[in-house]
């Protein structure tokens, strides 16, 4: 019943005096009562109503009839009245079938034509995506997508566009790191050609020299020596760029002072540097600045930076650290040394760059990729660094971190 009172219709009860008791929802009659034979006409009336459906049921145990009555959806009634006496009856019921026979030809034609037009606005888009999707296979990521089609067939055709676009880049990521092996297969063999020879050639005199004096010896050892470790600073540089720089690696980092951290490091390096006539300034504030470090594998940018002032420059050079806090940390490594030419600026950091002449070079016991793996350690980091260029005089170098 709540069914029924809820889309619109009524219901009633009807006991043996024939008095009516409406039970809720629009009223199923305006009357209180019937007499028997207003009670017989209602009955026989509900039957035949066009607008409205009854259901009447009577309770023989109660003694009443329980009427409902809904709203009747929309009807649509054909009749045809065949009448054999009528004149010219068979002709007419033949053109009536031909009428109707090409009525339900044209419909099932109109069907056809216009289930093969909306199929077609379906089929043809798909197809123009499977002929998309086959050149993007073969690597044609320029190709065109037509506009057009429906909603779903529009955004479909956007995800393949998009999806053009990253397989490009990742193509093209692809052929770079590609290239960037090949450039550090070429670099390093390079590289560890000289040392290798020197030792191969070195152990021959000595194998070979007879009785070479006892000082011949030992510089051929020490020449020997020299050149094993060069190869092996060569070998262990290629290492750790290439773990660095795999997918898998991950810092252990943790929560560290890094003023603290830093005073400690440096703290090793003064005696090198007084030893060396070189002079140092630090700033390093005295309050706690919190980041988020890898204390072993950060050490190397400070050993890097350091190692390359102490190296390239000569006896009375300024070695400066400062550390300072705005929306990042800021750490200040810098000298006052020869510094390096700023049309150099944005290839220090590439691996296995060198400044050309007398400055920087392989003779003096570079890699080439010290300052590669620096600029690797402070992304792992989350952080930076740049080389500063506007410097009068030396090297300059700002690391920023995260708080």
């Not at 020879?197 to 020299?209: D, F, I, P, T």
């Not at 510094?339 to 691996?351: T, V």
């Amino acid at each position: 019943i709540d069914d029924i009172v809820d889309n619109g219709g009524g219901a009633m009860v009807v006991n043996n005096q024939f008095e009516v008791i409406q039970l809720g929802g629009k009223p199923v009659c305006n009357k209180k009562a019937f007499t028997e034979k207003e009670w017989t006409e209602f009955l026989v009336s509900a039957g035949n109503n066009s607008k409205y459906q009854y259901d009447i049921a009577y309770n023989e145990l109660e003694e009443y009839w329980l009427v409902l009555r809904t709203t009747k959806p929309i009807t649509l009634s054909i009749f045809f009245t065949l009448n054999p006496e009528a004149v010219n009856y068979k002709s007419t019921v033949i053109i009536f079938f031909m009428i109707c026979s090409v009525y339900l030809v044209a419909l099932g034609g109109f069907v056809v034509f216009y289930s093969k037009r909306e199929s077609t606005k379906i089929t043809k888009p798909i197809e123009e995506i499977a002929d998309y999707a086959e050149k993007l296979e073969y690597g044609d990521y320029n190709a065109n997508l037509n506009e057009g089609g429906t909603l779903e067939i529009n955004l479909l055709k956007e995800i393949m566009k998009h999806l053009a676009v990253e397989l490009n880049s990742k193509e093209e990521l692809q052929k770079n790191e590609e290239a960037k092996r090949m450039l550090l297969v070429s670099e390093i063999s390079h590289d560890l050609k000289n040392p290798l020879a020197s030792v191969q050639g070195y152990s021959e005199m000595l194998c070979n020299g007879g009785a070479l004096a006892q000082a011949k010896q030992k510089e051929y050892a020490q020449m020997i020596h020299s050149n094993a470790v060069r190869a092996n600073e060569l070998l262990q540089s290629l290492f750790t760029y290439s773990k660095l720089g795999s997918a898998g690696y991950t810092p252990k980092l943790k929560k560290l002072d890094i003023c603290e951290y830093t005073r400690l490091i440096f703290s090793e390096y003064i005696p090198r540097l007084e030893d060396k006539g070189f002079k140092y300034e630090l700033n390093i504030p005295e309050s706690e600045i919190y980041v988020n470090i890898d204390k072993v594998l950060f050490r190397r940018i400070y050993d890097n930076l350091i190692d390359n002032s102490i190296k390239y420059n000569a006896k009375g050079t300024t070695i400066k650290l400062s550390i300072c806090q705005a929306e990042c940390v800021e750490i200040h490594i810098s000298d006052d040394g020869i510094g390096i030419d700023d049309i150099y600026a944005n290839k220090i950091f590439d691996p296995f760059f060198r400044v050309d002449g007398d400055v920087r070079n392989s003779q003096k016991g570079g890699s080439g990729l010290g300052l590669a793996i620096v600029k690797q350690v402070a992304i792992l980091h989350n952080g930076s660094i740049e080389y500063l260029c506007e410097q009068k005089a030396g090297c300059g170098f700002l690391i920023r971190l995260p708080l």
